[in-house]
């Protein structure tokens, strides 16, 4: 076994005992990705090859106009590319850490973005109104919070009628969920199953608030 090979299984072995001790953490300790590790995670190996910021925005229908509620968007990389489609909508990023917020107001500052409005927001009770909100994303986010299902029953009541909640997930992130979980999750919120994308490791499923709630 040359040394290429040995660091390949090393590396495949770390990651199978970083999934096991997580997952296992995960059943009793629910907390937010600490903001420092947004900037490791959304790398550009991940936005590349694995969950494409724009193959992810190109999914969920927009137009311009629209208004979208992200739920934990890290440093930014998908929300703008959906404030880019849907400008001049603006997109609400919601976070419930202040740095995570406060670096997302700077880097849009910095770039100019002036439709995306950064702000703390607590997923069990959002500000915004009922019915007034087109889209919802959430990117590896819904699993870290301990009750998805009234997570997304907050979902439903902001959303406009026909409206859509996008979701997407992959491995190697310890709270992975299968996507038969997720279509549980929604369908015990009232949402209604649109759409899936992707495969087992990196998937994108649509559910949609019903037209006449």
């Known amino acids: 076994m040359d040394w290429v090979a040995l660091v390949f299984y090393l590396f495949v072995g770390f990651l199978f005992l970083f999934q096991v001790v997580f997952r296992v953490a995960r059943r009793w300790l629910k907390f937010p990705t600490p903001a420092f590790l947004t900037q490791v995670i959304d790398n550009p190996i991940r936005r590349r090859f694995i969950q494409s910021p724009d193959t992810i925005a190109d999914r969920m229908e927009l137009e311009p106009g629209m208004t979208v509620v992200e739920v934990g968007p890290g440093k930014g990389s998908y929300t703008f590319a959906v404030a880019r489609r849907v400008a001049p909508g603006t997109v609400y990023a919601c976070d419930i850490q202040p740095g995570v917020v406060e670096r997302l107001r700077e880097r849009a500052a910095r770039e100019g973005v002036a439709n995306v409005d ?5 997923a069990y009770g959002f ?9 919802v994303l959430m990117i590896a986010c819904l699993p870290e919070i301990p009750e998805p ?13 026909g409206g859509l909640v996008c979701l997407s997930e992959l491995l190697p992130d310890p709270d992975y969920p299968l996507r038969s979980t997720e279509r549980r999750w929604a369908a015990e ?10 495969n087992f490791f990196v998937y994108q499923l649509h559910f949609r608030k019903p037209p006449q709630a």
């Open 127 to 135: 500000s915004f109104g009922e019915g007034t909100v087109d889209r």
């Open 189 to 198: 919120a009232g949402l209604e199953f649109d759409a899936e994308y992707g």
């Open 149 to 161: 299902v009234r997570v997304l029953r907050e979902c439903r009541r902001i959303l406009r009628p």
């Open 118 to 122: 950064a702000r703390f927001e607590d």
